[in-house]
């Protein structure tokens, strides 16, 4: 019984210092729409982050080429091709991009993934309404970014 409360205590405690990592969005620091520190305090998952690219709030394939994911439909052309995208940009680069392409490109059409104010007008979810008062949740979590940037930096030209 006391190994049970010693391990719980030690998950509680792992639990509370990896939430206590995540930079909150109104938080994030950025220099020339670079930033420098990982949003969730943990690496990145390439392969969660190419899920992230094909389907929910990501959708980045929608406006963007990607030939790593060529086996899935419908890639968009608004965006540049991202083949090669780490060769391009460094790592605090690209989670800047992702978090908030506005700050690096004046007039972007992407979306802020992890922007929770400051919005000039907000939708319902796909219903047509305003937004009601209250809170607005990030369209990525910090994890997500991370995941998504670390699948970004295998994109290379090799």
């Given amino acids: 019984m006391k190994h049970a409360s010693v391990l719980g205590l030690v998950v509680a405690l792992g639990a509370s210092h990896a939430l206590a990592d995540i930079v909150a969005p109104t938080e994030v620091v950025y220099e020339n729409g670079a930033v420098a520190t990982s949003l969730s305090g943990a690496p990145g998952d390439p392969d969660s982050g190419a899920e992230i690219m094909n389907k929910g709030a990501g959708n980045c394939i ?22 090669g995208v780490a060769d391009r940009w460094s790592e605090a680069e690209l989670r800047g991009i992702v978090a908030n392409a506005k700050l690096t ?50 994109l290379t030209e090799d």
Avoid: W
């Fill in 62 to 83: 929608a406006c963007h080429q990607v030939s790593a994911l060529d086996h899935l439909a419908f890639h968009g052309e608004i965006g540049p091709p991202l083949d």
């Fill in 105 to 154: 490109f004046d007039g972007s059409m992407m979306p802020s993934f992890y922007k929770t104010e400051g919005f000039v007008r907000l939708g319902n979810a796909y219903t047509g309404k305003a937004h009601a008062d209250g809170e607005v949740a990030p369209l990525l979590s910090a994890q997500e970014i991370e995941d998504v940037v670390s699948f970004l930096l295998t």
